[in-house]
Antibody, heavy 121, light 107 residues
Framework: DVQVLESGGGLVQPGGSLRLSCAAS????????MNWVRQTPGKGLEWVSG????????HYADSVQGRFTISRDNSKNTLYLQMNSLRVEDTAVYYC??????????????WGQGTLVTVSS | EIVLTQSPATLSLSPGERATLSCRAS??????LAWYQQKPGQAPRLLIY???NRATGIPARFSGSGSGTDFTLTINSLEPEDFAVYYC?????????FGGGTKVEIK
């Protein structure tokens, strides 16, 4: 079975940093694009960032451009999101989502259960 | 960025009825639209991709249509497990964007 499992969430002060990880199993990780999507408690979904299967192409939402960095280690079947200069408005549940194909714009056909990031003083 | 507007915000229906959900894009997105279902406390689940293709394991009562700027998700004969929030999402251009969601609730 395809599984993606996020970790690394927690409480951080404004201006701080956090790195999220997403461990993948049950599929050939290196063949698929991966994405991060977030959801503010009780609100809608916001796409955050995506990375192509090879890791050579990345994209970001304007709201996180320059502060967040997506990366992947295909030898470890793991996706990462390095979040710097965190703001209160970054508080959300962060989901790791597998794309249907190698291109990161492909629809997201498997999602993790999410990890909560809380930015507060 | 492409804005997706979903309507209505809430749809109150009874089991067995048909649900018709709308998603309108601020500019043409060809057929690059997906629909997701999300239940409380769960991650979203892909239902439809590229406007009209059902994802693996999705029942035939779910169907999608449309192209350009206007899209529809239809759920024929609502089952109790279909009451949830539904989101549309475009992949025509960066940044990828989601609609605000439609909640299908039991009447």
């Amino acid at each position: 079975d395809v599984q993606v499992l996020e970790s690394g969430g927690g409480l951080v002060q404004p201006g701080g940093s956090l790195r999220l990880s997403c461990a993948a199993s049950g599929f050939t990780f290196s063949s698929y694009a991966m994405n991060w999507v977030r959801q503010t408690p009780g609100k809608g979904l916001e796409w955050v960032s995506g990375i192509f299967s090879s890791g050579g192409d990345t994209h970001y939402a304007d709201s996180v451009q320059g502060r967040f960095t997506i990366s992947r280690d295909n030898s470890k079947n793991t996706l990462y999101l390095q979040m710097n200069s965190l703001r209160v408005e970054d508080t959300a549940v962060y989901y790791c989502a597998k794309a249907r194909r190698s291109g990161s714009s492909s629809p997201f056909d498997s999602w993790g259960q999410g990890t909560l990031v809380t930015v507060s003083s | 960025e492409i804005v997706l507007t979903q309507s209505p915000a809430t749809l109150s229906l009874s089991p067995g009825e048909r649900a018709t959900l709308s998603c309108r894009a601020s500019e043409s997105i060809s057929s690059y639209l997906a629909w997701y279902q999300q239940k409380p406390g769960q991650a979203p689940r892909l239902l439809i991709y590229d406007a009209s293709n059902r994802a693996t394991g999705i029942p035939a009562r779910f169907s999608g249509s449309g192209s350009g700027t206007d899209f529809t998700l239809t759920i024929n004969s609502l089952e109790p497990e279909d009451f949830a929030v539904y989101y549309c999402q475009q992949r025509n251009s960066w940044p990828l964007t989601f609609g605000g969601g439609t909640k299908v609730e039991i009447k």
